[in-house]
């Protein structure tokens, strides 16, 4: 398992550096912007998560992989923007539902690997694969993802805890998998059709 979540954790990194990336061509940022919010994106739950789990140096500092992923993700997304990315929001709700499944898992698996108690690693999933869009919305003067209707966090805390649930013994490759199609197709059904939790409903007089 650990010789594959490197792996894991770049292609996470690239999805949301689009994601981000999107973000900010869609609040019309220049070149240097578009990259600041797509390396902010990609690299912002993880660091959290380390951050909580005490792993530290981050790896982005050893190893400055993470950020020459995101760097050139913006210049990619930018360059194709017009020809191939017309439909950003489209997009960008894509690439978030992609980031976040996968984020969800693998922040769930780093924290297994620490030997953290189960709670804790579907809570460090859901955090890693929420994190880094938060920031971005925050950055970009977005609505916080967090606090849309729709399912957002609650998607990434099913694909966690789907991956710490299911038995070791089925391999890491099978849990994985299994986490991220639920949580990825959690996210994408509660935006097709407008998915949320209940929630209590205010009237002025109780304000």
């Keep these: 398992m650990e010789s594959f979540l490197p792996t894991l954790a770049q292609l996470g990194t690239a999805v949301f550096a689009v994601s981000g ?18 390396t902010l994106t990609g690299i912002g739950g993880g660091t959290a998560r380390d ?3 005490g792993d530290t140096p981050l790896a982005w500092i050893k190893d400055p992989t993470d950020l020459f992923i995101c760097i050139a ?9 017009k020809p191939l990315l017309g439909r950003r929001l489209a997009g960008l709700y894509f690439a978030d539902a ?16 620490l030997n953290a108690h ?3 690693c579907v809570l460090l999933g859901a955090m890693t694969a929420s994190f880094g869009g938060i920031i971005r919305d925050v950055v970009c003067n977005d609505t916080p993802v967090f606090l849309q209707e729709e399912i957002y966090i609650t998607a990434a805390l099913a694909g966690a805890a789907l991956y710490i649930i299911l038995p070791q ?9 299994a986490g991220f199609v639920f949580a990825f197709a959690l996210r994408m059904l509660a935006i097709r059709y407008n998915w949320s939790l209940p929630f209590p409903r205010y009237d002025d007089e109780q304000r």
Excluded at 21 to 38: E, K, S
Excluded at 99 to 113: P, Q
């Design 51 to 53: 951050l909580l789990l």
């Design 21 to 38: 990336a999107l973000a900010g061509l869609r609040n019309r940022l220049d070149i240097v912007g578009v990259t600041f919010v797509a």
């Design 118 to 120: 189960p709670f804790i």
């Design 169 to 177: 013994s089925i391999g890491f490759e099978l849990r994985a998998s």
């Design 73 to 81: 993700i913006a210049i990619l997304v930018a360059t194709l923007n």
């Design 98 to 113: 992609l980031g976040l499944a996968l984020f969800a898992v693998l922040g769930a698996a780093k924290a297994e690997t």
